[in-house]
């Protein structure tokens, strides 16, 4: 019986493991994106005990598990670090949610990332230059504190779809939640 507890025990952790990475790796369309998903991607709630599983050592959790983040499609000009009409109105709702109470006290790291097509210091030069067009957004039409963001540009060194590496998706954002 006791192998048999713990069996659905490891079980249950493995499944709750592989939903969360599930939903890490999830990349938002502009038209998914909302305060409720940004805040819930950003800062999950803690899992509290329950009858049928035991939480990890929060500490070493802490340690093993990636920084809370929101992989999203914010859309650009091509080859243009200029944003779109969709993109400014998916980063007023990021804005609002990073302004919120729940995320207010955290600082967040924008990383640009971009597909394959052009060199790669191009790339490097553009995801740098949309992240910085997002950080600046947040900063001017949402007053987020400057210290709160740092924008980086990660070219094309980690693609989402590695079997289209031209596929829109590899242009994206993502917002990383900063340790404290």
Request: charged letters at 25%.
């Amino acid at each position: 019986m006791k192998f048999i507890c713990n069996t659905i025990i490891l079980v249950s952790a493995v499944a709750i493991m592989h939903h969360a990475s599930a939903q890490e790796n999830r990349l938002l369309q502009e038209s998914e994106i909302s305060e409720a998903v940004v805040i819930d991607a950003l800062a999950p709630e803690k899992s509290s005990r329950t009858r049928s599983f035991i939480p990890l050592d929060e500490e070493r959790d802490a340690k093993m598990s990636p920084a809370p983040s929101a992989s999203m499609l914010i859309t650009f000009n091509t080859n243009s670090a200029e944003l779109t009409h969709g993109a400014k109105e998916a980063l007023d709702k990021i804005g609002r949610a990073l302004n919120m109470d729940k995320l207010a006290e955290f600082s967040f790291t924008i990383e640009g990332h971009a597909d394959l097509s052009g060199t790669y210091q191009f790339n490097q030069h553009l995801s740098k230059a949309r992240a910085d067009t997002v950080k600046n957004y947040l900063i001017n039409w949402h007053h987020i504190e400057p210290r709160r963001l740092s924008a980086i540009g990660k070219g094309y060194t980690e693609l989402i779809n590695k079997h289209n590496p031209l596929a829109p998706e590899n242009r994206r954002v993502k917002l990383v939640r900063n340790e404290k």
